[in-house]
């Protein structure tokens, strides 16, 4: 399994980044996929999931700011972020959860930087 994270980039407070997750080894559609984010010096933490059946969730810090969707087609998900903060600055993580044996699989990170 592979997923290679891309997109990321400096903006400015305010903006947009869309991050995309590209697939291989794994369907999307059979399985959970989700977005995480590493702060310097902080832990982990979830930012979006969209499960097999096309469910979503989100970190209540994002929701209403952030979009995870999936193109199946392209075997691709994304993460729209939308009016950026300071506070969104992280290293950004694409995570697979096959479903049917609980084997969780990660990418590289893209980073996101956002100034003020």
């Known amino acids: 399994v592979q997923l290679q994270a891309s997109g990321g980039g400096l903006v400015q407070a305010g903006g947009s980044l869309r991050l995309s997750c590209a697939a291989s080894?794994?369907?999307?559609?059979?399985?959970?996929m989700g977005w995480y984010r590493q702060a310097p010096g902080k832990q982990r933490e979830l930012v979006a999931l969209?499960?097999?059946?096309?469910?979503?969730n989100y970190a209540d810090s994002v929701k209403g700011r952030f979009t995870i969707s999936r193109d199946v087609a392209k075997n691709t998900v994304y993460l729209l972020m939308n009016s950026l903060r300071r506070e969104d600055t992280a290293d950004y993580y694409c995570?697979?959860?096959?479903?049917?044996?609980?084997?969780?699989?990660w990418g590289r990170g893209t980073q996101v930087t956002v100034s003020s």
């Open positions: 995570s697979a959860h096959r479903t049917f044996n609980g084997d969780d699989y």
């Open positions: 080894g794994i369907n999307i559609e059979r399985n959970d």
């Open positions: 969209i499960s097999s059946r096309g469910s979503t």
